[in-house]
C-alpha cells in the first residue's frame, strides 16, 4: 500500500482597511478640574459623534475611575435616555474622589471590527488644612 504525502498551503490575507473619520464616533468629556473637600461634580460622557449608525453600532459605553469599572450600559442607545450612560455625580468630594476618570465606548467598524474611543479626565482634591497659632 502507497501513500501519497500531500501538502495544503493555507494563504492567510491581511486586509487593513481604511475607516473614513465620518465612520468613527467620538466622546468628549469635561475638563481636569481641582475641587475642594465637600464640593461637588457631576462627570457628563458626550457622545459627539454618532458615527455612521448603520455601520457601527455602539457595543457598550463605561465609566472607569483609574482603570476600575464603575459603571457600564450594554448596546446603548443615544436616543433612549434610559439605554446610555448617566452622568457620574460625586457628591462631597474627598481626597479617595481624586484620580483619572475615563468614558469608553466600544463599537463594532462595519459591523466587523471591535473599536475603542475613549476620553478621559482628571479630578484633583485640595485638601483643605486649617492652621491655628498659639
Excluded at 102 to 129: A, F, P
Amino acid at each position: 500500500m502507497a501513500f501519497k504525502l500531500v501538502t495544503l498551503s493555507l494563504v492567510v490575507v491581511s486586509f487593513v482597511a481604511a475607516y473614513l473619520g465620518s465612520e468613527i464616533p467620538k466622546v468628549v468629556v469635561p475638563d481636569s478640574k481641582v475641587l475642594q473637600h465637600g464640593d461637588e461634580v457631576t462627570l457628563i460622557c458626550n457622545l459627539t459623534d454618532r458615527g455612521d449608525i448603520a455601520s457601527t453600532p455602539l457595543k457598550r459605553i463605561s465609566w472607569f475611575k483609574d482603570d476600575i469599572l464603575l459603571e457600564s450600559v450594554r448596546n446603548p442607545d443615544p436616543q433612549n435616555s434610559k439605554d446610555t450612560l448617566g452622568p457620574l455625580k460625586i457628591k462631597d468630594v474627598g481626597v479617595r474622589d481624586g484620580g483619572n476618570y475615563t468614558c469608553l465606548l466600544e463599537v463594532l467598524l462595519r459591523n466587523i471590527r471591535e473599536y475603542n474611543v475613549s476620553d478621559y479626565t482628571v479630578i484633583h482634591s485640595k485638601l483643605n488644612v486649617l492652621h491655628t497659632c498659639s
